[in-house]
Structures are given as structure tokens and as C-alpha cells.
């Protein structure tokens, strides 16, 4: 499985608890009310921002703190129904 493919998978099972609810974290977040859910996804992306600094200030789980940054960013893109393709669109712009 390429890289593309890992996060394409992680951002349709996001949209899948997004429009077929379960009883996750994810879908749970999701189904609160249009202000609430998107406070809370974006509380949750502050204090996985801040985690990935102290990370690397202390040489300790950089990767797994950047790993939980980039899926409850993925988690905020799903919410407000932004095509993962848009996002690979404009890293493709950037590389030029």
C-alpha cells in the first residue's frame, strides 16, 4: 500500500463515520452541532499542535504526535466536506 493510499483509506473511513455514524470518537465529534463539532475538532488540532513542539523540543514521539496532528487534520477537512484531491492538488502546485 503506497502512502497515497494509507491516508486516501483513512480519510474515506473519516467520511464514512461521518455520514454512517458508529459509536467512535470520530463520529462522535462529527454528529455535534455545526459549531460545537467544529470547536472541538479544532481544540483538538491546538493541542496536537502543541504536542508535536514538545516533541521535538524533547527528542520524544515526534512521529506519533505528528501523526495524531495530520489525522485530526484529515478529521477537520472530512468535517467540512473538503476533497482529500484538493489537498493533494495543492501539494502538487507546491512541488512546482
Known sequence: MTNE??????????????????DSYTSKIMQDSNKIAEDKILEKIGEETAEV???SKNDDNLVHESADLIFHTLLL???KKIPLDDLLDEFKKRMK
Open 5 to 22: 493510499q494509507i491516508i486516501r483509506e483513512i480519510y474515506e473511513t473519516l467520511e464514512s463515520r461521518r455520514d454512517n455514524p458508529i
Open 53 to 55: 513542539l514538545i516533541a
Open 77 to 79: 477537512l472530512v468535517y
